[in-house]
């Protein structure tokens, strides 16, 4: 049985104080979930969450890093800076990168071979948009986003994977995949992961959905058969609603 997996994705928001802050209040109404619940948290708030979520049952993930160890790269974190102060999980490939910053599915191959080779677990995204969506190659996108995100990557680091489908159509607009057309594209992404892996490997992988899930919806969605969880952006900054999902 896959477990469920569900993660936050605070984006650039949340001052220090705000990160203890929240992570102190969001600790007690958690830690009986038999979820796992990560805070993809800004890079600045990282250690102070690591320490805030100490002892507890809520792990730590950044939201984006360099493919390389070190180097001439103004402005970048590696994969090793990550783990050496206990972070778990990394986002890699969000759309929002893809969009702003000029990520690629090849830097998104190069960031999730190098989050594995320093011992993190990647959080690979991958969706449509609308407009791929509404002429008919949403699927052919996805699967293809997947197969490229993985290249090089073998069987036995797929245990250290999790993926997430986010339509971008549906990242913070309020509009929600449904629940059935969330679900065949996480399946269409978890075939894609057979036929390069094999079965086994496509039955445990963890894939999230992400986009406008909140707490109204997330129990619809988490209930369906290949939705694993989910990557949660606007609705993940409020400790209520956010403790509420991870209960759904
Ligand atoms: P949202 O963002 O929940 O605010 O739509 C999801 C995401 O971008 O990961």
């Known amino acids: 049985m896959r477990r469920k997996v569900i993660a936050g994705n605070w984006k650039m928001n949340m001052l220090p104080n705000e990160a203890i802050s929240f992570i102190?209040?969001?600790t007690p109404l958690v830690k009986d979930t038999k979820n796992e619940v990560i805070l993809c948290v800004p890079y600045i708030d990282?250690?102070?969450?690591?320490l805030t979520a100490q002892n507890t049952n809520i792990k730590i993930g950044a939201q984006n890093m360099h493919w390389e160890e070190k180097g001439a790269y103004t402005g970048e974190v590696s994969g090793q800076m990550l783990k050496a102060i206990g972070v778990e999980y990394v986002i890699i490939g969000h759309s929002e990168r893809r969009q702003y910053f000029a990520e690629t599915d090849e830097?998104?191959?190069?960031k999730t071979?190098?989050?594995?080779s320093n011992g993190l677990n990647p959080i690979i995204c991958v969706g449509e948009t609308l407009e791929q969506r509404e002429n008919g190659t949403a699927e052919e996108v996805i699967?293809?986003?997947t197969k490229l995100?993985?290249?090089g990557i073998s069987k036995e680091q797929m245990e250290n994977v999790i993926l997430a489908y986010e339509p971008i159509w549906a990242i913070g607009?309020?509009?929600?995949?449904?629940?059935e057309d969330a679900n065949n594209s996480i399946k269409a992404i978890r075939n894609k992961v057979e036929e390069l892996y094999g079965k086994e490997t496509a039955d445990e992988i963890i894939i999230l959905y992400g986009g406008s899930v909140k707490a109204e919806n997330a129990k619809e969605l988490f209930s369906t058969t290949?939705?694993?969880g989910g990557l949660v952006g606007g609705a993940s900054l409020k400790v209520d609603e956010f403790s509420k999902i991870v209960s759904a």
């Open 24 to 26: 102190e209040q969001f």
């Open 46 to 50: 990282l250690f102070y969450s690591l």
């Open 226 to 228: 290949d939705i694993d």
């Open 107 to 110: 830097t998104v191959n190069k």
């Open 143 to 145: 699967t293809k986003q």
């Open 149 to 151: 995100a993985l290249e």
């Open 173 to 179: 607009t309020g509009k929600t995949a449904t629940s």
């Open 113 to 116: 071979k190098a989050a594995l």
